[in-house]
């Protein structure tokens, strides 16, 4: 489907055309799932924010076409598959520097992100993280940081 537009889905169950539908086709519709992961393995949170100058590890979806090998409904496995597009993050709008971003080991279908928060620049509490892949952006994603 890559290169292309749009794309026609056809839906059979035993035999017989129960749905179809035309769908736009995109290089990357990044998603980020709602679990983040302070560096010493703790979930982020209001009452366990990340402090500056750590690391935070995400995990999202939609990254588009990736540099390995991804068998449908298998774990990932090494060399782990890295997004052919670009990756950025955002936290609370600074540039965050993106450490890893790739197919996030033994698990199915995830982009595992790892970036440094950033020092000096963030206010304290609540703070939005943004994922961009390509020219995609994903929706804000809500962390806690220190």
Same mark, same amino acid.
């Given at each position: ?42 979930y982020n949170s209001a009452t366990n924010p990340?402090? !500056?100058?750590?690391? /935070?590890?995400?995990? &999202?979806?939609?990254?588009? $076409? @990736?540099? +390995?090998?991804?068998? =449908? ?16 993050v955002t936290v609370g709008g600074a540039a ?21 928060? !950033?020092?000096?620049? /963030?206010?304290?509490? &609540?703070?939005?993280?943004? $994922? @961009?892949? +390509?020219?995609?952006? =994903?929706?804000?994603?809500?962390i806690w940081v220190q």
């Open positions: 489907m890559a290169g292309n537009a749009q794309t026609h889905i056809e839906v059979v169950y035993q035999g017989q055309s129960v749905n179809t539908a035309d769908v736009a086709v995109v290089a990357a519709a990044p998603g980020i799932f709602s679990t983040t992961v302070n560096q010493d393995g703790t990340a402090r !500056p100058g750590t690391y /935070l590890t995400f995990y &999202a979806t939609g990254q588009g $076409l @990736t540099t +390995g090998a991804n068998i =449908s409904g298998l774990p990932s496995a090494a060399p782990y598959p890295q997004p052919i597009l670009p990756v950025t965050a520097k993106v450490v890893w971003a790739g197919s996030a080991p033994e698990l199915v279908g995830l982009l595992q992100v790892n970036l440094l928060v !950033p020092s000096g620049v /963030l206010p304290s509490g &609540a703070v939005s993280l943004e $994922l @961009t892949v +390509g020219t995609a952006v =994903s929706p804000d994603l809500t």
